[in-house]
């Protein structure tokens, strides 16, 4: 049990670093800035880190059994983090309101899709790292 719960935690560890880096790379290409939306990553050990920790605490989402797999799993686990995003660490720790509307109309949707792509990354990771 412990050796999965480590997996959990690893893939969505890597996730985030992945995303974190994708996230950077879309700012600094200015996508965000052409979908209206004021996201500017800034690449810096304390934010990859702490992207890297909420990924791997998120990443113990893979432990509830759901009674589906593959996409609707991923897309339903995203929805988790997604939510914490919206209902509290962008109303509550960036002061951006809820759902992050301060940051752009397209906000939430920008979130719930990086959200997605964490959780894709993860159970891509955990699937490849079983034997």
């Keep these: 049990m412990l050796q999965r719960l480590i997996q959990y935690y690893g893939a969505g560890s890597f996730a985030s670093l992945a995303l974190a880096i994708v996230m950077w790379i879309l ?8 979908i209206g939306v004021d996201l500017e990553p800034k690449l810096t050990l304390e934010w990859v880190i702490s992207q ?3 990924g791997g605490i998120a990443g113990f989402l893979f432990i509830i059994p759901f009674k589906f797999e593959g996409f ?12 914490f995003m ?3 660490v ?4 960036h002061g951006d309101g809820y759902f992050g509307l301060d940051e752009g109309n397209l906000m939430p949707l920008v979130e719930y899709l990086y959200q997605l792509a964490w959780a894709a990354i993860a159970a891509a990771f ?3 790292g079983r034997s």
């Excluded at 700012?27 to 052409?34: E, N, P, V, Y």
């Excluded at 609707?72 to 939510?83: D, N, T």
């Design 27 to 34: 700012g600094r290409a200015d996508l965000h800035d052409a």
């Design 52 to 54: 890297m920790v909420f």
């Design 72 to 83: 609707k799993k991923v897309a339903l686990i995203a929805l988790f983090p997604a939510l």
């Design 86 to 88: 919206w209902f509290y």
């Design 90 to 93: 962008f109303p509550q720790i």
């Design 126 to 128: 955990m699937k490849g």
